[in-house]
């Protein structure tokens, strides 16, 4: 049983990265758990959700809310139990999403925090195909993308958790879903898995030749998680009147200046629609997911898939890693077990 | 009265252009005036649009229909009058909107004419603000760009066909109609003739500071009829839910390869749609067009400005004249008087 006053192990962002990150930039500290004022609890982290676009707000000069500073505990996503509550919304045991960060223990107002029913689905999928980058695939598909049966949809990092929501809502609409990923392990699995028709490494020097053989008729959805040069490619085979969702620009993120973009004459020429998403504008939406998807995980026919590091300490090499594209599935770190 | 058999001059493209064309990329040639058969008429060109896009067809290995081959008569919209007819919906003397290109005389089919009512607005306003360019500029604005009253409405080229009617219907749905175009003269142009709230030259040291301070809540609609740099500088300024249109790529079109395009982080950001335009997909608001901004032409409402070369054999400097981005108003060559 932790106390306030106990100690709470964190993380904090020690320098700002050159490139893409080292886990020298990052530092371990420790503090004491506080104590929840009135309107406020204290919840111990079990899942912290690692984001590659955090990347983002660790340049020079940046300052808060959205910059993060050598010396800042790292920010995050995370799913949590409250351990004390003076809040009259949450109780002792209650599982909630809450953004505790790269920390064993946080404060909160209950202001951005979520109860969270662990009888819809494991609660970790809160950070993952049940949250913010399954709402994003989820509505950037249905509502941005709008496909129609046997369109042709494609998505980057398509087993990624956006990415997975996208290749799969895309086939229970009866689009056909081709993805894009950076291994034939993720292609193996997005195929055999997650029912994608087919998936495409975009590091295969035949790339472009393969993409265009799996689209014949074009591309008429594009959701784009990377940017990049798998962005310009996809461009080139749009269908007349394609939709494209730029959702995530991972390949960008660890970048010093803003690397150019995809030539646009090719949106012009098929008179394509590109829109950009940032998935908070979709919480409305959220019960609609944890309804549909969250249906589909309890039957079976909705699959995801988690890379879980173990342990807070091993939060800097997982985001590391994650940020060169080498986590297989949602990337969580396991801070402490789902039940004590 | 010209007779089948007379004198037909006509410009080929005589080799493909390595960048920029110069007019030695053109050849003179003359050729016989053609004679109809059943369901054609013959019909004497007397005004003809330089298109900048043109340039892309001039490529090398390029075919038919889509590509240009050296020994191929310069293709263009034209307004003509009819000479001699076969055709039961034309008669002699009939003003018609055709595809004659860079010729004298051409046959037609009465495929893609459509005749013109002199007493809407001057026979010239049908290959810009009254026809294409004005299309692509009235319905990618009204029904892509869909902007509100009192939002910023920020449109590249801004004297030129398209722009002229960007901004000016912009200003006539009560939005803030800001230009950008290549220099003070025609800033001036655009302020002080066709009511432009700003305008702003591309080739000012200051542009992205001007740019920000002309447009201090955001720009809600831009309009880009050039790519390339203009286009990477209003992205970055856009507002939350912005729409873009993207008409024209103007600075693309003379490079040997596709540049890169704008960084589309800024996209994500702001939430943004980015439409591709075609005018030919809006023909069906041709109608409508001709309509409102017919009569507002008629009633000294709208403006817009012609940049005219006299005869035939100056096509080819205005051509070129274009690409370099030195017309001011709508490029025509006016090759035979309206009345004979």
């Known amino acids: 049983m932790y106390q306030a ?9 020690a320098r700002v990265p050159g490139g893409v990150p080292v886990p020298e930039d990052f530092a371990y500290d420790v503090t004491a758990i506080p104590t929840p004022g009135p309107g406020q609890f204290v919840s111990r982290t079990i899942y912290l959700s690692l984001e590659p676009h955090y990347r983002m707000f660790m340049r020079p000069g940046q300052t808060a809310p959205h910059g993060l500073c050598a010396g800042d505990v790292m920010p995050g996503e995370t799913v949590a139990q409250v351990m004390q509550s003076r809040h009259s919304d949450y109780r002792r045991g209650d599982f909630v999403l809450t953004r505790n960060g790269w920390q064993q223990f946080a404060l909160s107002s209950g202001q951005d925090a979520r109860k969270l029913d662990p009888a819809i689905a494991p609660i970790s999928t809160a950070l993952g195909v049940l949250g913010l980058p399954g709402l994003c695939g989820y509505a950037g598909l249905l509502y941005l993308g709008q496909p129609k049966p046997g369109e042709t949809v494609v998505v980057s990092a398509a087993t990624g958790a956006v990415g997975s929501t996208v290749g799969q809502v895309a086939r229970m609409v009866s689009a056909r ?23 495409l490494s975009h590091r295969s020097p035949q790339f472009l030749a393969e993409l265009r053989s799996a689209c014949p008729e074009g591309i008429d959805v594009y959701f784009d998680n990377t940017g990049g040069e798998v962005l310009s490619s996809a461009l080139e085979q749009l269908a007349i009147h394609a939709r494209v969702v730029l959702c995530g620009m991972a390949a960008a993120y660890s970048r010093q200046s803003m690397p150019p973009g ?4 090719a949106v012009i020429r098929a008179r394509a629609t590109l829109l950009g998403i940032l998935a908070e504008d979709y919480l409305p939406y959220l019960p609609e997911l944890i309804k549909v998807v969250g249906g589909w995980i309890r039957s079976g026919r909705f699959r995801y898939r988690e890379d879980i590091s173990e342990g807070l300490a091993s939060a800097p090499t997982a985001f590391c890693r994650l940020l060169r594209g080498e986590n297989f599935g949602k990337a969580l770190v396991r801070i402490a077990p789902e039940h004590l």
Chains 1, 2 share one sequence.
Do not use: F, H, M, Q
């Not at 006053?5 to 993380?11: K, L, S, V, Y």
């Not at 699995?189 to 997650?194: E, G, M, P």
């Not at 995809?262 to 004459?265: E, K, V």
């Open 177 to 199: 879903a081709v993805g894009i990923a950076g291994s034939d392990e993720k292609c193996g699995y997005a195929v055999n898995d997650l029912g994608y028709t087919a998936c």
């Open 5 to 13: 006053g106990d100690r709470n192990d964190r993380i904090l962002l």
């Open 262 to 265: 995809p030539p646009l004459l």
